[in-house]
């Protein structure tokens, strides 16, 4: 008598190729959609908006 094992986390798809996602590699279908996500963050593809303050220096100069 197996039981099927707990899930962790809601199945979603996978931002890469929509297939559903594996518990394994989540959010990910596999470890090669993991893989183009990660190119694609040290490519550069993706940023996290940020809004940069004046330096101090700046402000003393005017």
């Given at each position: 008598?197996?039981?099927?094992?707990?899930r962790?986390?809601?199945?979603?798809?996978?931002?890469?190729?929509?297939?559903?996602?594996?518990?394994?590699?989540?959010?990910?279908?596999?470890?090669?959609?993991?893989?183009?996500?990660?190119?694609?963050w040290?490519?550069?593809?993706?940023?996290?908006?940020?809004?940069?303050?004046?330096?101090?220096?700046?402000?003393?100069e005017?």
């Open positions: 008598m197996t039981q099927e094992p707990v962790l986390r809601p199945r979603r798809p996978c931002p890469i190729c929509k297939k559903p996602s594996q518990q394994a590699t989540h959010p990910f279908c596999s470890t090669r959609c993991a893989q183009v996500d990660l190119h694609r040290f490519g550069e593809a993706y940023a996290v908006p940020v809004v940069e303050k004046p330096d101090a220096d700046e402000d003393e005017t």
